[in-house]
């Protein structure tokens, strides 16, 4: 019951596998590159400037450093699980979280969308979101690691 809540691919489709795959990759390199690593470079930075806590409980509790680390964990760890495919949906539920809380939470008061004389929206979290809901719904296709992990004996029927 656990391997196939962590590795089911969901849809083992060729078509749709491989445009699953297409965005896993793409918005798990997005997130990774964009925004993961230069977390991680300039880490002493980011604290030092003040990183934002979360206003809800229990993670309001958290300190800037661990909020931090939280957030690294989310962009490092969970889109490189999506890049490969590996206990993709749960990694998709983590990083989707954390686009969630960097929507409604850190950029609470911030507009909706980036626009003229915008600069800092909700827009980008939200367009991270999107993604993340989609491979959860989905699965990662069986052009993934959790494909040839969990070998589905019985083909479905939805």
């Not at 445009?19 to 991680?40: D, N, T």
């Not at 993340?132 to 993934?144: C, N, Q, R």
């Amino acid at each position: 019951m656990m391997k196939r809540f962590l590795f089911d691919c969901g849809t083992r489709d060729t078509i749709a596998s491989i445009g699953i795959f297409a965005l896993r990759v793409m918005i798990g390199l997005m997130m990774l590159v964009g925004h993961g690593i230069p977390k991680v470079k300039h880490f002493d930075a980011i604290l030092e400037k003040g990183f934002p806590v979360p206003d809800f409980f229990p993670l309001k509790a958290m300190s800037p450093a661990v909020s931090l680390m939280a957030t690294i964990g989310a962009e490092v760890v969970a889109a490189a699980f999506i890049i490969l495919g590996l206990c993709t949906r749960p990694a998709a539920f983590v990083l989707g979280f954390t686009m969630v809380v960097a929507a409604f939470s850190v950029m609470a008061d911030a507009p909706w969308f980036i626009g003229p004389g915008v600069s800092a929206a909700k827009e980008p979290a939200l367009l991270f979101l999107i993604p993340m809901i989609a491979i959860i719904l989905t699965g990662a296709g069986s052009w993934s690691l959790d494909a040839a992990i969990y070998k589905d004996g019985k083909r479905r029927r939805w």
